[in-house]
């Protein structure tokens, strides 16, 4: 008589509801806490990846074949148009972007700190690190906070989450919302009143804004030539235009608004040709720099020729990756071409070529890697990808990914006893069940069989529900990245990243988890199979 064994084992399972219930449970957290574990780690390197090299310096990179040992400007090539316009139009080729990178001494005042000066083409820089996306606009300083602490129209339990804002800077009132921890839809009023007291803002009294305050009849005559001494000086607060121009701030407080309505500059992003430069924001505060001061670098440049210039800041960057965010400085590629002399004879010189993928699989990247060595005609470039120029980062994720794997072969020992446990559990509620099977005369295997298919289908039950109950805990993370604090914050910006830990949303290693606990499940059958074929019927039913 042929057996239905699938259809018996179902039946079986829900004749005792509650040991089912346990048992798959067992499995469902096994699966969860596997998932939930491997899902943080491998975020973690993703979120590493992405801020380090999808966000900065490109997957795949050519440059000269010295460059990386020696990143001097005398290791440069040439700008090539034909053969960038042939990378541009293949296809899985996401950007291309063309850089002068070099390290400079970097001024201002009585500060001096060795500065990475990154010259870029503001247009085709937008599809890798796009820096405008990273300009700061709110920052927070202790007078700040303290105004804000008096504010009575901000309630009490926004007030006692300002500290968290103390000396940190923001690209939006979302980050912000985030740091203090609060409800950006319902806080949005108070958001806005917090934002605009720490608004980074500069005005400045350019040769532009003094012809049209001169235009200005509402601006008094005494006020306009005093304008003349102030020519092309920024100021940080009306407080300081108003002593500067030798003005009463309530007498003319017209005329003041009116200076500081066409005078007022926020932090902008960088067009072509710019004179100006961004500056990462760690940097900008060590060197005392506010928007409209002058940076001033000096260096050498290509064949040892001096390099020299003097740039007015346009804006603050806060960059993901906190070792550039205390050293970058983004300026327009011409501008970086001219200071390092790679424009000496009318050529144009780069030292990178970065390259995004739209497939950054490690077998795509070394594929892409190939063909791009291909298309080059000149000798003295290469084509190397990020865990070339990189390999501290690659060092870094493989012997976290080691010590993680043997964190996660623990954490499975501990599900495989729990589920062996349960199983055995089992079994021993059903030794006199199946001992009146073996005496009426059901054969053994066919007892083995069906309690296989019965492991089987709870195991299937445990591991597509602990994927189901996962889901919205990966997503709401993978969105809403927890943040760290305290010690834990400022260790992760001493190796160099950002304190967040976002998790990974769905991808292969989810398939990988089911079927690690899966294959438990399997082997927590062996056991209990053998108590079967050596149980005998008498002893069963006395028990």
Same mark, same amino acid.
């Given at each position: 008589m042929?057996?239905?064994?699938?259809?018996?084992?179902?039946?079986?399972?829900?004749?005792?509801?509650?040991? %089912?219930?346990?048992?798959?449970?067992?499995?469902?957290?096994?699966?969860?806490f596997?998932?939930?574990?491997r899902?943080?780690?491998?975020?973690?390197?993703?979120?590493?990846?992405?801020?380090?090299?999808?966000?900065?310096?490109?997957?795949i990179q050519?440059?000269h074949?010295?460059?990386m $040992?020696?990143?001097?400007?005398?290791?440069?090539?040439? +700008?090539n148009?034909?053969?960038?316009?042939?990378l541009?139009? =293949? $296809?899985?080729?996401?950007?291309?972007?063309p850089r002068?990178?070099?390290?400079?001494?970097?001024?201002?005042?009585n500060?001096?700190?060795?500065?990475?000066v990154?010259?870029?083409?503001?247009?085709?820089? @937008?599809?890798?690190s796009?820096?405008e996306h990273?300009i700061?606009?709110?920052?927070f300083?202790?007078e700040?906070?303290?105004?804000?602490?008096?504010?009575?129209?901000?309630p009490?339990d926004?007030?006692e989450?300002l500290?968290?804002?103390?000396?940190?800077?923001?690209?939006?009132?979302?980050?912000?919302a985030?740091d203090?921890?609060?409800d950006?839809e319902?806080n949005?009023?108070?958001l806005?009143?917090i934002?605009?007291?720490?608004?980074?803002?500069r005005?400045?009294? %350019?040769d /532009?804004?003094i012809?049209?305050?001169?235009?200005?009849?509402?601006?008094?005559?005494?006020i /306009?030539?005093?304008?003349?001494?102030k020519?092309? %000086?920024?100021?940080s607060?009306?407080?300081?235009?108003?002593?500067?121009?030798? &003005?009463?701030?309530?007498?003319?407080?017209?005329?003041?608004d009116?200076?500081?309505?066409?005078?007022?500059?926020?932090?902008e !992003?960088?067009v072509?040709?710019?004179?100006?430069?961004?500056?990462?924001?760690?940097?900008?505060?060590f060197?005392?720099? *506010?928007l409209? $001061?002058t940076?001033?670098t000096?260096?050498?440049?290509?064949?040892?020729y001096t390099?020299?210039?003097?740039?007015r800041?346009?804006?603050? &960057?806060?960059?993901?990756?906190?070792?550039?965010?205390n050293?970058?400085? +983004?300026? *327009?590629?011409e501008?970086?071409?001219?200071?390092?002399?790679?424009?000496? *004879?009318g050529? /144009?010189?780069? %030292?990178?070529l970065?390259?995004?993928?739209?497939?950054?699989?490690?077998?795509?990247?070394?594929a892409?890697?190939?063909?791009? !060595?291909?298309?080059?005609?000149?000798?003295s470039?290469?084509?190397?990808?990020?865990?070339?120029?990189?390999?501290?980062l690659?060092q870094q994720?493989?012997?976290?990914?080691?010590?993680?794997?043997?964190?996660m072969g623990?954490?499975y020992f &501990?599900?495989?006893?729990?589920?062996?446990?349960?199983?055995?559990?089992?079994?021993?509620?059903?030794?006199r069940?199946f001992?009146?099977?073996? !005496?009426?005369?059901?054969?053994? =295997?066919?007892?083995?069989?069906?309690?296989?298919?019965e492991?089987?289908?709870m195991g299937?039950?445990?591991?597509?529900?602990g994927i189901?109950?996962?889901?919205p805990?990966?997503?709401?993370?993978?969105?809403?990245p927890?943040?760290? @604090?305290?010690?834990?914050e400022?260790?992760?910006?001493d190796?160099?990243?950002?304190?967040v830990?976002?998790l990974?949303w769905?991808?292969?290693?989810?398939?990988w988890?089911?079927?690690?606990? !899966?294959?438990?499940?399997?082997?927590?059958?062996?056991y209990p199979?053998?108590k079967v +074929?050596?149980? /005998?019927?008498?002893d069963?039913?006395?028990?």
């Open positions: 042929k057996v239905n064994y699938i259809k018996l084992a179902w039946r079986n399972l829900w004749r005792n509801k509650r040991r %089912t219930v346990i048992t798959t449970a067992s499995v469902l957290f096994a699966v969860f596997a998932l939930f574990m899902s943080f780690q491998l975020g973690f390197y993703d979120h590493m990846i992405k801020n380090a090299i999808e966000n900065f310096s490109g997957f050519v440059q074949e010295d460059f $040992d020696d990143p001097s400007m005398n290791n440069v090539f040439e +700008y148009d034909e053969f960038i316009g042939k541009k139009s =293949t $296809d899985g080729i996401k950007a291309v972007v002068v990178e070099g390290g400079i001494m970097g001024s201002s005042g500060k001096t700190k060795v500065v990475l990154m010259g870029i083409d503001p247009v085709e820089e @937008r599809k890798l796009n820096p990273f700061v606009k709110y920052r300083s202790k700040v906070l303290a105004t804000l602490n008096l504010n009575t129209s901000i009490t926004v007030r989450r500290h968290f804002l103390e000396n940190r800077s923001y690209t939006s009132l979302g980050s912000l985030v203090m921890d609060i950006p319902k949005s009023k108070y806005q009143i934002g605009e007291s720490g608004k980074v803002v005005y400045w009294l %350019t /532009k804004v012809a049209q305050l001169k235009e200005d009849p509402s601006i008094p005559q005494a /306009k030539d005093s304008l003349n001494f020519r092309d %000086t920024a100021f607060n009306l407080k300081h235009i108003a002593e500067a121009l030798h &003005i009463d701030r309530q007498q003319h407080k017209v005329a003041l009116r200076i500081a309505e066409l005078s007022e500059v926020t932090g !992003a960088l072509q040709g710019d004179d100006g430069v961004l500056i990462a924001d760690n940097l900008a505060k060197l005392n720099l *506010d409209g $001061d940076l001033i000096y260096g050498y440049g290509f064949q040892d390099a020299e210039g003097t740039f800041v346009k804006g603050f &960057i806060k960059l993901p990756n906190p070792d550039l965010n050293k970058l400085v +983004y300026m *327009d590629i501008k970086a071409q001219k200071m390092f002399m790679l424009d000496i *004879d050529k /144009k010189r780069i %030292t990178t970065a390259i995004n993928l739209d497939n950054n699989s490690e077998k795509n990247l070394h892409f890697e190939e063909k791009i !060595a291909g298309m080059l005609n000149d000798s470039t290469l084509v190397r990808n990020w865990m070339d120029f990189n390999p501290i690659q994720i493989e012997s976290d990914n080691k010590s993680g794997q043997i964190f623990l954490l &501990i599900i495989f006893f729990g589920i062996l446990g349960t199983v055995m559990m089992m079994i021993h509620e059903r030794k069940e001992g009146v099977l073996i !005496a009426v005369g059901m054969q053994r =295997t066919r007892i083995a069989i069906t309690f296989i298919y492991m089987i289908l299937l039950l445990g591991v597509f529900s189901l109950v996962s889901l805990f990966l997503h709401y993370f993978h969105n809403h927890v943040r760290l @604090r305290g010690d834990l400022q260790m992760m910006y190796y160099g990243f950002e304190p830990m976002p990974m769905i991808d292969t290693y989810m398939l988890q089911a079927i690690i606990v !899966a294959m438990m499940v399997v082997m927590s059958c062996i199979l053998r +074929y050596k149980l /005998k019927a008498i069963a039913i006395r028990s």
